[in-house]
């Protein structure tokens, strides 16, 4: 299991590695997944604008982009987060940054354990295991 956390064009969040690395690897086991390479890499708006357009051909701003390279029940993948849309998501939703912040670092894993979010019952369903990972992470840290 590698988990790494970059930035590319910011400051690093402050982030709880080997304690954030043991939630997703908790995440991960619930769906009968194991971990393998997840690279993140957080970054400002206009590199995930770049990164939609690219790769996604998509002319929007994201909160998080997810490449997947799982195989079989490991999941592996690049995940990269524009820190600036995780700002102003928690503004937008009167949420704490470091509650959202999370929330986008395990919705990645959740899609890499194939929750998928892209129908109104499949969002919810996403919610509703974001929340339960949340409520994981509050009681491991």
Same mark, same amino acid.
Request: include cysteine.
């Given at each position: 299991m590698a988990i790494t956390f970059q930035a590319e064009g910011i400051v690093?969040?402050?982030i709880k590695k080997k304690e954030t690395a043991n939630w997703i690897k908790t995440v991960a086991n619930s769906y009968d997944r194991k971990v393998g390479? +997840?690279?993140?890499? @957080?970054?400002?708006d206009e590199k995930i604008l770049e990164i939609n357009r690219t790769w996604l051909q998509h002319d929007f701003y994201t909160d998080i982009i997810t490449f997947d390279y799982s195989e079989e029940d490991t999941i592996s993948g690049d995940i @990269? +987060?524009?820190i600036d849309t995780v700002r102003s998501n928690s503004q937008k939703y009167h949420t704490d940054f470091e509650e959202e912040f999370h929330r986008v670092i395990i919705h990645g894993i959740l899609h890499l354990c194939e929750v998928n979010d892209k129908t109104e019952e499949e969002e919810k369903e996403m919610r509703e295991a974001e929340n339960s990972a949340l409520n994981l992470l509050k009681n491991k840290m």
């Open positions: 690093l969040p402050k390479e +997840i690279a993140y890499l @957080f970054c400002d @990269f +987060i524009s």
